[in-house]
């Protein structure tokens, strides 16, 4: 049935990189067969999903929508898709994506723009936009996306679906291709929380393959599941519903306040002064990051390779000058500069300073609430008519990144809907307190 619903809308939504029918197909037989039998199943077994195309899955394409691994298949599987192959669950393909998840819009993507299904003239967000998108048009029952800066929460909030990003360290990286390595974080995106809270119990837990990877118990996530936050402090970032925050979206986020307290939660006003400086100063830390992972890319071990190269360098230069993107390219520069000698005191050093102090922020306001909640994106999904400059984009995602930068779980539920658009809000939480907000969400939900 999804691949009929797949077929149906796939040309307007282009949510897809690959697909790979014949095996989720003989994969849904074989679950089958097992039920036929009477066997114990898996909560994913069968389920239907699809993947961000930066996770590796072994024996198929994984592209990270970029020219430079558009050939590329992994010989091995990601922690998370070994857990989930151990489910038995079924993959239906991989969605498309930002170049190398550096983006906000999936326009990056070096095959195809995908569409909102909500407006097929907005931007589905980004950079898990398939992800997000696949599940809106009813594409796929739960998708993974990939988390460094926003990039499973914004695109969850222009779909009007559910997303979670776990703590950083709740889920093994292992083959999820590097962006920032000390912010990327894998996490569902889903139709609703339940669904959140059963792909997040598979993909949780210590990995040996992943050095931060954090060694701590698993809970069952649907038992956080109630039905209940009665007393539960909700903190409202004074930082977060300022300038920049579209009257519309601040509204919908209004009267979902408004219901919490209802509901019997206790509204708290919390600051997080360093809020101005999490953009600018993820701008230094992500790219800086990044200019040394996509530093593997060289048209030697694997990927694109240039042709007509005379010399070796020339043959590397050529690879990585054909093989990567604008956008890319924009960020391998800005890293390598802020790395470079004489500025990594000014620049780097600086950086890592401001996101301590930006994770303390963190740990103050957790003194006076139990989970905040704030918008997820200032705006709802914008036309794709290229019309925003990279810097305005880059700004709007001053909601999300600083959850990275401090490490912390972030889910983005739908609340209301603004020109037509759906509207998403956001509840953080304490470190490992996923269950906290899963509750959260769904109380509202
Ligand atoms: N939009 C942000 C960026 O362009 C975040 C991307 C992400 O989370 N992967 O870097």
């Known amino acids: 049935?999804?691949?009929?619903?797949?077929?149906?809308?796939?040309?307007?939504?282009?949510?897809?990189?690959?697909?790979?029918?014949?095996?989720?197909?003989?994969?849904?037989?074989?679950?089958?067969?097992?039920?036929?039998?009477?066997?114990?199943?898996?909560?994913?077994?069968?389920?239907?999903?699809?993947?961000?195309?930066?996770?590796?899955?072994?024996?198929?394409?994984?592209?990270?929508?970029?020219?430079?691994?558009?050939?590329?298949?992994?010989?091995?599987?990601?922690?998370?898709?070994?857990?989930?192959?151990?489910e038995e669950t079924i993959f239906l393909g991989k969605t498309n994506m930002d170049e190398f998840a550096m983006g906000s819009t999936t326009e990056s993507s070096y095959f195809q723009a995908t569409h909102n299904p909500w407006n097929l003239d907005r931007v589905p967000g980004g950079s898990s936009g398939g992800s997000a998108a696949a599940i809106a048009a009813g594409e796929a029952i739960w998708t993974l996306g990939s988390d460094t800066g926003g990039s499973i929460r914004q695109p969850a909030s222009f779909n009007g679906c559910?997303?979670?990003?776990?703590?950083?360290?709740?889920?093994?990286?292992?083959?999820?291709?590097?962006?920032?390595?000390?912010?990327?974080q894998i996490g569902p995106i889903t139709r609703d929380v339940t669904d959140a809270a059963t792909v997040l119990n598979t993909i949780c837990g210590k990995d040996e393959h992943d050095s931060t990877s954090l060694p701590v118990e698993v809970p069952d996530f649907t038992k956080a599941l109630r039905q209940d936050v009665k007393g539960l402090r909700i903190g409202l970032p004074k930082e977060y519903y300022g300038e920049g925050l579209d009257p519309k979206v601040h509204a919908e986020l209004k009267k979902a306040i408004a219901q919490y307290e209802a509901m019997g939660a206790e509204i708290v006003e919390i600051s997080l002064p360093h809020t101005e400086y999490a953009v600018i100063t993820y701008y230094i830390i992500a790219p800086a990051e990044a200019s040394a992972n996509l530093a593997r890319y060289d048209g030697v071990?694997?990927?694109?390779?240039?042709?007509?190269?005379?010399?070796?360098?020339?043959?590397?230069?050529?690879?990585?000058?054909?093989?990567?993107?604008?956008?890319?390219?924009?960020?391998?520069?800005?890293?390598?500069?802020?790395?470079?000698?004489?500025?990594?005191?000014?620049?780097?050093?600086?950086?890592?300073?401001?996101?301590?102090?930006?994770?303390?922020?963190?740990?103050?306001?957790?003194?006076?609430?139990?989970?905040?909640?704030?918008?997820?994106?200032?705006?709802?999904?914008?036309?794709?008519?290229?019309?925003?400059?990279?810097?305005?984009?880059?700004?709007?995602?001053?909601?999300?990144?600083?959850?990275?930068?401090?490490?912390?779980?972030?889910?983005?539920?739908?609340?209301?809907?603004?020109?037509?658009?759906?509207?998403?809000?956001?509840?953080?939480?304490?470190?490992?307190?996923?269950?906290?907000?899963?509750?959260?969400?769904?109380?509202?939900?």
């Open 301 to 445: 071990r694997y990927g694109f390779r240039a042709a007509n190269a005379t010399s070796a360098p020339e043959m590397t230069t050529l690879s990585r000058t054909e093989g990567f993107g604008a956008e890319v390219k924009r960020r391998i520069m800005l890293g390598t500069y802020v790395l470079s000698s004489g500025y990594y005191d000014a620049y780097y050093k600086k950086a890592m300073q401001v996101r301590t102090l930006i994770r303390r922020d963190f740990d103050s306001a957790f003194e006076k609430c139990d989970v905040i909640l704030a918008p997820t994106s200032p705006v709802v999904a914008y036309p794709i008519d290229g019309k925003m400059d990279p810097l305005s984009i880059y700004m709007l995602d001053v909601y999300t990144i600083p959850v990275n930068m401090a490490g912390l779980p972030g889910i983005s539920v739908p609340c209301g809907f603004a020109d037509g658009m759906p509207v998403g809000m956001q509840l953080i939480g304490k470190p490992l307190d996923e269950e906290t907000v899963l509750r959260a969400a769904y109380t509202f939900e």
């Open 162 to 184: 559910v997303g979670i990003k776990p703590t950083y360290g709740r889920v093994s990286r292992y083959g999820c291709v590097a962006f920032a390595s000390s912010l990327d």
């Open 1 to 86: 049935a999804l691949y009929e619903r797949i077929d149906a809308v796939e040309d307007q939504v282009k949510a897809y990189v690959t697909l790979d029918k014949e095996n989720a197909l003989a994969q849904a037989a074989k679950v089958d067969a097992m039920i036929a039998a009477g066997e114990k199943i898996a909560p994913l077994a069968g389920i239907p999903g699809a993947i961000k195309d930066n996770i590796c899955t072994k024996g198929l394409l994984t592209t990270c929508s970029s020219k430079m691994l558009a050939n590329v298949v992994p010989i091995y599987d990601a922690h998370v898709i070994k857990k989930l192959r151990a």
